[in-house]
Nanobody, 122 residues
Framework: QVQLVESGGGLVQAGGSLRLSCAAS??????KGWFRQAPGKEREFVAA????????DYAESVKGRFTISRDNAKNTVYLQMNSLKLEDTAVYYC?????????????????WGQGTQVTVSS
């Protein structure tokens, strides 16, 4: 069992930056993903990283603006978000995928954090 706690969300102006953190405890090793969910919309894939950071994937909508990384010594995964847009407003969730390869499918992740709100204003 893995417990995940996200932090770092908040209110930021368009064009600004935020860094989200996901602290893991329990069986922490393995693929991690970031997803987001805006009001009235499905939860969507943002980024994923494999156990050693050697394989990374991004949604097209965030490619070039967001960077996912991890520090296994700290059991923490990060999402650096730059050049934020109004449409990035959502609750951001960290997810644990265990030993699987990175995936864009939320159904393949077996543990989720409680989420952190990111609000981008004009």
């Amino acid at each position: 069992q893995v417990q995940l706690v996200e932090s770092g969300g908040g209110l930021v102006q368009a064009g600004g930056s935020l860094r989200l953190s996901c602290a893991a405890s329990g069986r922490t090793f393995g693929t991690k993903g970031w997803f987001r969910q805006a009001p009235g919309k499905e939860r969507e894939f943002v980024a994923a990283i494999n156990w050693n950071g050697g394989t990374i994937d991004y949604a097209e909508s965030v490619k070039g603006r967001f960077t996912i990384s991890r520090d296994n010594a700290k059991n923490t995964v990060y999402l650096q978000m730059n050049s934020l847009k109004l449409e990035d407003t959502a609750v951001y969730y960290c997810a644990h995928g265990g030993t699987m390869a990175i995936s864009r499918s939320k159904h393949l992740y077996d543990s989720w954090g409680q989420g952190t709100q990111v609000t981008v204003s004009s």
